[in-house]
């Protein structure tokens, strides 16, 4: 932490935070935009829950699904949940979420053990959070029913139509049961780890993860094998990983996935889909919301941070990230298109940086334009 903020202290430039003009500047997340770490918490924290409050796509009551995958904005993500939850937190959420991690170490030719350890690694990263955890490997796919591949009704019918009176009758029954508020909190969370432990037996979960069958890794790897470029392994991938993460939450009862794609990276796979033919789904895979899948709506509530402003937060702040191995590991740039479109954003942002804010709000058009939010 010591080494960030003297690389990046403003105090030697004569600067103070933008915000509250008092305390020195100790990083500069845009030209002008200096911030002491104080402001800059309240910056990040405030972006995160007037991304949510804006949208109204989640309900209080409802339960959601938290994909995580080890990276620095999927673990700033859970960190927001997890304040934004506690009972001192101004404008608190007021959903139920759970955890799920796709253990995809076998497209990188690791072994059981070290696949055990990175599963470890992450549920130490994860253990203060107290939400229930689905651990399901890759491999799994293959037991997947067909219907995943189905758009089913919205299952939120019982919601009231109107927001503001779903908040209402949350908040009426919090204080109908307030009495033994204490007790029912404890038991609520028991309840949601039994219930992530028995939503089906094919899903792993936490302490419970086991080694998947060597004829499902053997099949996965054939499947991978045949596809001959990269590009074509990390569409397949991403389009498994996908049906897996659905399945759970149409599992186990969650009616939202929380993904956590920063801007940034939602600018680089704005370039990657149109290179690949796929620019009429860039409202779906980039806007805030996407229901294409119908009663599993996934939301993006991390796609107006930058790669810098979650790097800043997590080094700031002491949020534990995970570093898993994956396909594209050591790859170089021209080994796939969506690598190729990542190092040439990345090229270009170190030049002009507003180079990815300017992609970004491409992709914000393209979903306006299209009616998504």
Not at 343 to 369: C, E, G, I, M, W
Request: a positive charge; hydrophobic letters at 40%.
């Amino acid at each position: 932490m010591k080494g960030i903020t003297d690389l990046l202290s403003i105090r030697r430039l004569g600067r103070s935070c933008m915000k509250c003009k008092e305390a020195p500047a100790v990083l500069v997340i845009r030209v002008g935009d200096a911030f002491c770490k104080s402001c800059f918490k309240d910056y990040f924290v405030h972006k995160f829950r007037a991304m949510l409050g804006k949208n109204r796509v989640v309900y209080p009551g409802e339960k959601v699904l938290l994909a995580y995958s080890g990276g620095p904005s999927s673990s700033a993500m859970i960190q927001q949940v997890q304040e934004g939850l506690s009972r001192d937190a101004p404008k608190k959420l007021r959903f139920i979420p759970g955890i799920v991690f796709v253990d995809e170490g076998a497209l990188c030719g690791q072994s059981w053990e070290q696949r055990e350890q990175n599963v470890s690694e992450m549920q130490q990263a994860l253990q203060k959070t107290s939400f229930p955890i689905h651990i399901v490997p890759l491999e799994q796919v293959f037991l997947l029913p067909r219907s995943v591949l189905q758009s089913s009704l919205p299952g939120n019918a019982q919601h009231a139509e109107n927001y503001k009176q779903a908040v209402n009758s949350f908040l009426g029954q919090q204080r109908a049961h307030q009495e033994n508020e204490l007790s029912g909190i404890a038991d609520e969370l028991a309840q949601l780890r039994i219930t992530g432990y028995e939503c089906d037996n094919n899903l792993a979960n936490g302490s419970s993860y086991s080694c998947p069958p060597a004829e499902l890794t053997s099949a996965l790897m054939e499947i991978f094998n045949s596809a001959r470029t990269l590009t074509a392994k990390l569409e397949l991938l991403q389009s498994l990983r996908s049906h897996l993460i659905l399945h759970v939450a149409r599992t186990c009862g969650y009616s939202k996935v929380m993904s956590g794609e920063s801007c940034s990276r939602l600018a680089v796979r704005l370039l990657a889909n149109i290179s690949l033919g796929r620019g009429a789904f860039l409202p779906l895979d980039t806007g805030f919301s996407d229901d294409r899948y119908g009663d599993v709506v996934i939301v993006r509530p991390m796609r107006e941070y930058s790669a810098k402003e979650v790097s800043f937060y997590n080094r700031l702040f002491g949020v534990h990230s995970v570093f898993i191995p994956t396909m594209e590991t050591k790859a170089p740039d021209n080994s796939s298109i969506q690598h190729l479109s990542e190092a040439f954003l990345t090229k270009l942002q170190a030049d002009f940086p507003s180079t990815v804010s300017t992609v970004y709000r491409q992709a914000n058009t393209a979903a306006h334009t299209a009616g998504v939010s």
